[in-house]
């Protein structure tokens, strides 16, 4: 079993940065794909981006060039940063694993593991 925390959030002015965190905790974190996604008020839940077990990485085009997904498998920890901040961006943060071969990466329901979220606020 896999559990995922998430931190990192909070509030920040548009053009400003965070960094987002997932802490893994249980066994083979370097095997799975890490992904985050984000639900904004009255919105889907949407892939932001991913890292797989190789390194691979893709992002929704409207991050691109903004965040930069990586990971340290000897802390077993995903991070995002998130530049650039827009008010746009404004959503709860999900980190979530996948042990599969994450084909379908954007996909959620591909993902087994799901922290509790972490608030990112945007103010214009």
């Known amino acids: 079993q896999v559990q995922l925390v998430e931190s990192g959030g909070g509030l920040v002015q548009a053009g400003g940065s965070l960094r987002l965190s997932c802490a893994a905790s249980?066994?083979?974190?370097?095997?799975?794909?890490m992904g985050w996604f984000r639900q904004a008020p009255g919105k889907e839940r949407e892939f932001v981006s991913v890292?797989?077990?190789?390194?691979?990485?893709y992002y929704t085009e409207s991050v691109k060039g903004r965040f930069t997904i990586s990971r340290d498998n000897a802390k077993n920890t995903v991070y995002l940063q998130m530049n650039s901040l827009k008010p746009e961006d404004t959503a709860v943060y999900y980190c979530a694993a996948d042990g599969g071969n994450n084909r379908r990466y954007s996909d959620s329901h591909v993902y087994e593991h799901w922290g509790q979220g972490t608030q990112v606020t945007v103010s214009s």
């Open positions: 890292i797989n077990w190789s390194g691979v990485i």
């Open positions: 249980g066994r083979a974190f370097s095997s799975y794909a």
